[in-house]
């Protein structure tokens, strides 16, 4: 499967403060980027999806405000939580598909995840 | 609206009990069914894909089958490293359209 590399894996913020999460897909084009957010024992809730170059699409509920992202190229994609509180603490998650390519246009893979701490 | 079901919500078995993992789904026009093992504090690693009922894929002591309105993942002598959750998702509709995951399977596997 194809490689998408998140960063950072874990971070401890301030209330207050901003936090930017990286995801880049490192062996394809990553068209489309998906951020999800889990919660301990539930599944992955979709937060937005981005294509590259377009602005992203917010699901019902999440503050595009609050929750900004970037899609500038094909293969790195920031989730930036402004203002963090710690009701934001989670866990973050994105994933990449590639439309174009050898991938095929369904598969979707995902980062490590990022453990948000914030105190 | 698209759904997904997964059950039991944890299963526990013994090195060496095979079993399988259900995936119920309602879907308008699936366009693919996935399954993921997700490790504690990781991303979901991916397993398979399937596109149509009938289809199957194996993988090591894994395999899935697909059925019009669900999915079965089968582990076949399992050890203590297949120990994870396990996540269904579907993709509906036409077009680049988001995975839409069950609440996942708790595996644990006892030597």
């Known amino acids: 499967g194809a490689v998408v590399s998140q960063h950072p894996s874990r971070v401890i913020c301030k209330s207050g403060t901003s936090v930017k999460i990286e995801c880049r897909s490192l062996d394809f084009q990553a068209t489309t980027m998906f951020w999800y957010r889990q919660f301990p024992k539930q599944s992955l809730m979709l937060m937005a999806t981005?294509?590259?170059?377009?602005?992203?699409?917010?699901e019902q509920g999440v503050e595009k405000d609050k929750f900004l992202i970037n899609h500038a190229s094909l293969t790195l994609s920031t989730l930036t939580v402004t203002s963090a509180h710690p009701e934001d603490s989670s866990f973050y998650i994105c994933?990449?598909?590639?439309?174009?390519?050898?991938?095929?246009?369904?598969?979707?893979?995902f980062g490590q995840g990022t453990r948000l701490t914030v105190v | 609206e698209d759904q997904v079901t997964q059950s039991p919500e944890a299963l526990r078995l013994q090195e060496g009990e095979s079993s399988s993992l259900n995936c119920s789904y309602t879907v308008s026009g699936l366009r693919g069914l996935f399954w993921y093992r997700q490790d504690p504090g990781k991303g979901p690693e991916f397993l398979f894909t399937l596109y149509s009922a009938g289809e199957e894929k194996e993988k090591e002591r894994l395999k899935a089958t697909l059925t019009k309105k669900e999915s079965f993942l089968h582990i076949t002598a399992p050890k203590p490293e297949d120990s994870a959750t396990y996540l269904c998702?579907?993709?509906?509709?036409?077009?680049?359209?988001?995975?839409?995951f069950g609440k996942g399977t708790r595996l644990s596997v006892i030597a």
């Open positions: 998702a579907v993709q509906a509709g036409s077009g680049n359209t988001p995975l839409v």
């Open positions: 981005s294509n590259e170059g377009s602005k992203a699409t917010y």
């Open positions: 994933s990449a598909r590639d439309l174009r390519g050898r991938l095929g246009n369904t598969e979707a893979f």
